[in-house]
């Protein structure tokens, strides 16, 4: 059951990535548990994401939205692309992301292409592989975004000035 709803509340971009249904066989019958996957974003560099479960949708929904707004990552952008080429890797699934040239777009899958939306950039190329698992591609993502660095931000750490 996957839905991908876009929200823009207050300037941020809010996506339901995916919405699952589970079910527990009791005396009267069966009773249905959500859980819901969110991306969130105010596309200008910091991103987030989110799971929450409960007994309705709605519910589920806004708790992963919260957690979403609490595990906020800054991710630097250049020129609308990322700064250099880099592996993000969770459980099994292993995202590679590459800086595109201007006027590319986002070559990405359905989850990648949602957290690169809500970071804001506009120009990537990516590649995800041993999974199609909404969740865990959207873990390797942040695992990838939380390893870029801008090339001042290597300079200070490294003490040197490149040219």
Same mark, same amino acid.
């Given at each position: 059951?996957?839905?991908?709803?876009?929200q823009?509340? &207050?300037?941020?971009?809010? +996506?339901v #990535?995916?919405?699952?249904?589970?079910?527990?066989?009791?005396?009267?019958?069966?009773?249905? $548990?959500? @859980?819901? !996957?969110?991306?969130?974003?105010?596309?200008?560099? +910091? =991103?987030?994401?989110?799971?929450?479960?409960?007994? *309705?949708v709605?519910?589920?929904?806004s708790?992963a939205?919260?957690?979403a707004?609490? &595990?906020?990552? &800054?991710?630097?952008?250049?020129?609308? %692309?990322?700064?250099?080429?880099?592996?993000?890797?969770?459980?099994?699934?292993?995202?590679? !992301? #590459?800086?595109?040239?201007?006027? %590319?777009?986002i070559?990405?899958?359905? @989850?990648?292409?949602?957290v690169? *939306?809500?970071?804001? #950039? +506009?120009d990537? #190329? %990516?590649?995800?592989? $041993?999974s199609?698992?909404? $969740?865990?591609l959207?873990?390797? %993502?942040?695992? @990838?975004l939380?390893?870029l660095?801008t090339? *001042?931000?290597? *300079?200070? !750490?490294r003490? =040197?000035? !490149?040219s």
């Open positions: 059951m996957a839905n991908t709803s876009d823009s509340v &207050d300037g941020s971009i809010e +996506r #990535l995916k919405i699952k249904r589970c079910a527990a066989v009791v005396k009267g019958g069966r009773r249905f $548990s959500f @859980a819901a !996957l969110v991306v969130v974003g105010d596309g200008k560099g +910091r =991103v987030g994401y989110g799971y929450g479960k409960a007994n *309705e709605p519910p589920s929904v708790k939205q919260k957690q707004n609490r &595990d906020v990552v &800054d991710v630097p952008i250049v020129d609308g %692309t990322i700064p250099h080429s880099v592996i993000g890797r969770y459980g099994a699934a292993k995202v590679i !992301l #590459l800086p595109a040239s201007p006027g %590319t777009g070559i990405a899958g359905p @989850a990648v292409r949602a690169c *939306e809500a970071v804001g #950039l +506009r990537i #190329l %990516t590649k995800s592989f $041993s199609n698992n909404p $969740s865990v959207v873990k390797a %993502t942040f695992d @990838a939380r390893q660095r090339r *001042e931000q290597v *300079e200070s !750490l003490g =040197v000035t !490149l």
